[in-house]
Nanobody, 126 residues
Framework: QVQVVESGGGLVQAGGSLRLSCAAS????????MGWFRQAPGKEREFVAA????????AYGESVKGRFTISRDNAKTTVYLQMNSLKPEDTAVYSC???????????????????WGQGTQVTVSS
């Protein structure tokens, strides 16, 4: 089992940057695929980014491609989401998720993930 805790959210102006962190605890973190999802008020949870357990494979939602970058440091059992060129429509609660996965898989579906954090709020002002 893996526990994950997000941090790094906050208020930023449009065009700015934030880096979210997801600290994981538990066994075999390096064999877990990790993902970021977000949910804005009144909207469904949306896929943002995913990374396989080696870090070699990544996937991004269409709305964040070219602006967000997911990475991981298995030695620190932490996953990062670097968010650049932020827009007001990026405002949401961002959640980190984990699941044990084969090496070549970076899941993009919310139902593929087993363990979730509580989320961190990101607010982008115009």
């Amino acid at each position: 089992q893996v526990q994950v805790v997000e941090s790094g959210g906050g208020l930023v102006q449009a065009g700015g940057s934030l880096r979210l962190s997801c600290a994981a605890s538990g066994r075999a973190f390096s064999r877990y695929a990790m993902g970021w999802f977000r949910q804005a008020p009144g909207k469904e949870r949306e896929f943002v980014a995913a990374i396989n357990w080696s870090g070699a494979i990544t996937a991004y939602g269409e709305s964040v491609k070219g602006r967000f970058t997911i990475s991981r440091d298995n030695a620190k059992t932490t996953v990062y989401l670097q968010m650049n060129s932020l827009k007001p429509e990026d405002t949401a609660v961002y959640s980190c998720a984990a699941r044990a996965a084969a090496v070549g898989w970076a899941p993009t579906n919310v139902y593929d993930y087993e363990f979730w954090g509580q989320g961190t709020q990101v607010t982008v002002s115009s």
